[in-house]
């Protein structure tokens, strides 16, 4: 029964780990250029990050965000926040219209009122100043901080469920998935804002629970049918197949909705969908690809380092 149970175990349809160099290596295709052109071309920073402008404008008559916004693009302005606002406001269109960009001198703020004035229609101007970022130095380091401690307690709680290397392995894929993210946005100069703050945060979630299903089917498997000095592969391989149904339906369904949100939604969430769409692959494809491997990776070093360091003893 045993070696029936063995046999079932090596009958796999692809060896995704015996590939595990292929799947370093592409990621390493998109993470090293990322990490240069993060050193080199840097982000696009949104006015969260860097202040800007407001003007607070009431219309002689309701106008659409539309109005608004092609007089911003005009102005090579068109990732301006544009709000409407007031009790007379709908979805479509307001007297009352709240415009934060960057940060303007004084003959461009006028030329663009004055374009509004002209292409969209009368208004009189309820503020008007100059804001400093809401997303300080001080605040960022704050974030990042959080993070490196969620992670520090992620890998305590998963060492005490699992085993360290799966904590360390877990931790790995979701710095791999933040780089990727990164290197995208680096890449395509989209604007990195607070909501590119809460798309990093909601990824690292969705990434560390489909990759903690497939190590908890890892762990169920090495206590039925694992024996020391077995095949770590083929067991990996086993527990990823028996979970990737799981793991398609949850990605799939994220994606759908994240997709309409990305055609469908407004063009103040596009860079928000964005970030959470190349998210949700990044985090699909490190749990199926890069943690299992990476355990793998570690667990064989740790037991060939301890395994040397026996047969020294043995042998003073």
């Known amino acids: 029964m045993a070696k029936k149970v063995q046999e079932n175990l090596v009958k796999i349809p692809f060896d995704i780990m015996g590939r595990s160099k292929i799947w370093f290596v592409l990621s390493l295709l998109i993470i090293i250029p990322g990490i240069f052109c993060m050193f080199t071309k840097g982000f696009n920073f949104g006015i969260d990050f860097t202040g800007g402008t407001i003007m607070d404008l009431r219309f002689d008559n309701q106008v659409t965000l539309t109005q608004v916004r092609e007089v911003m693009k005009s102005y090579n302005l068109d990732n301006a926040t544009i709000q409407l606002s007031g009790e007379a406001s709908n979805i479509e269109a307001s007297a009352d219209?709240?415009?934060?960009?960057?940060?303007?001198?004084?003959?461009?703020?006028?030329?663009?009122?004055?374009?509004?004035?002209?292409?969209?229609?009368?208004y009189t101007v309820l503020r008007e100043e100059k804001v400093g970022s809401t997303i300080g130095g001080e605040l960022i380091t704050d974030a990042v901080m959080a993070t490196v401690l969620s992670w520090v307690l992620i890998v305590i709680y998963v060492s005490y469920r699992f085993e360290w290397r799966f904590g360390l392995s877990a931790i790995l894929a979701l710095v791999h998935d933040i780089l990727i993210v990164l290197s995208v946005f680096s890449f395509t100069q989209k604007q990195v804002d607070s909501s590119f703050v809460a798309a990093v945060l909601t990824i690292i979630g969705y990434s560390i629970n489909d990759t903690i299903v497939i190590f908890d089917r890892i762990r169920e498997n090495m206590k039925l049918h694992y024996r020391k000095?077995?095949?770590?592969?083929?067991?990996?391989?086993?527990?990823?197949?028996?979970?990737?149904?799981r793991s398609m339906y949850t990605v799939l369904t994220c994606l759908f909705t994240t997709f309409a949100l990305y055609f469908f939604g407004g063009d103040t969430t596009k860079d928000f969908a964005f970030a959470l769409l190349i998210g949700f692959f990044s985090g699909c494809y490190s749990s199926i690809f890069i943690a299992s491997p990476m355990w793998v990776l570690l667990r064989n070093m740790f037991e060939v380092k301890h395994h040397t360091t026996k047969s020294d003893v043995q042998s003073a």
């Open 229 to 245: 000095g077995g095949d770590l592969n083929e067991l990996s391989n086993r527990s990823i197949y028996q979970t990737l149904t």
């Open 97 to 122: 219209v709240m415009i934060r960009t960057a940060d303007l001198e004084e003959n461009e703020r006028k030329e663009i009122m004055d374009s509004l004035r002209e292409q969209v229609g009368p």
